[in-house]
């Protein structure tokens, strides 16, 4: 058996170099070879909605969920000599991949697009112009919440030859983000026909929808500075508000996905299917949240089993639903062979139809009950609805029945008597229904310090270079570094390094470290 892990594990890390070399040429080609005053913006955009979302290829999602799935502890993975990012070792190699690449690659797309829909252009449409600007905004919101400090006013500009462009600060970007949400919510208008149909993946040209999306996507990051600058954190958030947000799981921003067309298939149903990924599993922690097994901070728990459960997380080979602790050493793995029968993957995202969300009405509701909770004023409703129809939008959304879930959940809510215990039971809720967006529930874990992820101790644990504290971020790619050296190692400095324990801008909540592995 203990032969057998081992096999396996080189077997991976052969796949992956692999991989990983024929991802390397592809970034070294341009994929952009298109006339940017000639180029259809509808195609631009469209692509610019795939890329980082459905990725282009395996490579792409193993890092993806190699980086994000473990800090997020969504994952972890039984090969961690090959997959290191788990043991808080390296998160590099495999998010430049994933991440940083097809994002990057989005950006010149994006730009292109904007400028051919612009007033003047030969596409002048100010709907469709509204539409790609809110989603440069998730992408570069994507990015900032990852690195820190990135390139902003001179993103995206590689296709004309520039680079090496000029990084600006986290808030810098953060300010420039919330003002061209005002530029793009200024400018849609339902009056206005737009084009973007069959090239809207999300909402076939539905412009009361994107003004949805686009306030949901404020609220996220006027919640996401909390901590840091709370006046902004409220004036963004009261604007959304108003604004008009998702109201039913039918506002949804999802991304269809299809069996038949290559690399449209759900991330996860790609990830499954390749012999080099299965070494990942899902986390003990997020299984045993939905056993109803979580100890919270007031000593209770939830009602019982969430009927989440049995929709999201497969049987294992014995039949059963089991998630594996984080952070296991080779060494632990080489001994317990017997994590690969006993671990279970995902369920409903390993169908490839299943569709990727990228906002939810979940997610919004429970970003207004940290508001109401937080005491931002103007913003009418309680938390305690805000927090159920939070908990029926998520269960409903995956073919879920509610049943007395949610009130029983909310009941154990009302109960709850101190203002950061409240907090914690949105967050872990919140945790759930966003799943599997890794990207986002590690950046809400840095923000809020939850879902708990305690500092790990032990011989049978890997500690890596934080000494088992987990990550707050991201370091640069070094490709990025190789080509756009003096950019990158200023902000490396303005930030105080580039390791996986130096934090964005925004972080400045001190993790909850209740609970020791």
């Known amino acids: ?30 994929p952009n070879r298109q006339d940017a005053t000639t180029a259809d913006p509808g195609f631009l955009f469209a692509q610019a909605v795939q890329l980082p979302v459905l990725k282009e290829n395996f490579s792409q999602q193993i ?91 001179e993103s995206g500009n590689g296709v004309e030859g520039d680079i090496a462009p000029t990084y600006e600060s986290q808030q810098a970007v953060y300010d420039k983000l919330f003002l061209e949400l005002d530029k793009a919510l200024g400018n849609l208008a339902t009056e206005v026909p737009g084009f973007f149909t069959t090239q809207d993946i999300f909402f076939n040209g539905d412009i009361g929808k994107w003004r949805k999306f686009g306030n949901a996507l404020r609220l996220r990051l006027a919640m996401r500075v909390r901590y840091v600058d ?136 429970f970003l207004l009950a940290e508001a109401v909770l937080a005491g931002y004023s103007g913003i009418s409703g309680t938390v305690s609805q805000y927090y159920k129809n939070g908990i029926g939008a998520s269960i409903s959304s995956v073919g879920g029945t509610v049943g007395n879930f949610a009130d029983g959940e909310t009941t154990l809510f009302d109960s709850t008597t101190t203002t950061e215990a409240k907090l914690e039971r949105v967050m872990y809720q919140k945790w759930i229904a966003i799943f599997p967006d890794a990207h986002e529930a590690f950046a809400e874990q840095r923000r809020t310090g939850y879902p708990v992820i305690a500092k790990r101790s032990g011989a049978n644990f890997s500690l890596g270079v934080t000494d088992g504290t987990i990550p707050n971020r991201i370091p640069y790619p070094q490709g990025e570094k190789n080509v756009n050296g003096a950019n990158v190692n200023k902000a490396i400095t303005d930030q105080g390094g580039d390791d996986l324990l130096n934090k964005v801008w925004w972080d400045k909540r001190t993790t909850q470290d209740a609970w020791e592995y």
């Not at 058996?1 to 341009?30: G, P, W």
């Open 1 to 30: 058996m203990k032969n057998t892990y081992i096999i396996t594990s080189f077997l991976v890390l052969i796949f992956f170099a692999f991989s990983c070399t024929d991802r390397l040429e592809d970034i070294n080609e341009d």
């Open 230 to 365: 709370e006046a902004r954190s409220k004036a963004e958030a009261l604007k959304a508000f108003n604004g008009g947000l998702l109201t039913s799981n039918a506002d949804n921003a999802l991304i269809r996905t299809s069996s038949v067309q290559v690399n449209f298939e759900q991330p996860l149903y790609q990830l499954s299917i390749s012999p080099a990924a299965q070494t990942f599993k899902l986390s003990a922690s997020f299984v045993n949240f939905l056993k109803g097994t979580r100890m919270f901070l007031d000593g209770g728990n939830t009602s019982g089993v969430d009927p989440r459960l049995d929709i999201l997380v497969a049987n294992n080979a014995l039949g059963q639903k089991e998630g594996i602790t984080n952070g296991y050493t080779a060494q632990f793995h080489a001994t317990n062979p017997q994590f690969f029968a006993t671990g279970s993957f995902a369920k409903y995202h390993n169908l490839p139809t299943t569709p990727v969300t990228v906002m939810s009405y979940a997610e919004a509701q």
């Open 63 to 153: 890092g993806y969920i190699a980086d994000f799935g473990s800090f997020s502890h969504y994952f972890t993975n039984l090969a961690p000599n090959a997959f290191q990012a788990d043991g808080y070792v390296n998160a590099n190699t495999y998010s430049d991949f994933g991440f940083w690449n097809p994002y990057w690659k989005a950006l010149p797309l994006l730009n292109q697009a904007l400028n051919s829909t612009a007033i003047g252009s030969e596409f002048n449409n100010s709907n469709n112009n509204a539409m790609i600007r809110i989603w440069k905004v998730y992408v570069l919101s994507r990015l900032t919440d990852a690195y820190g400090n990135i390139p902003f006013d």
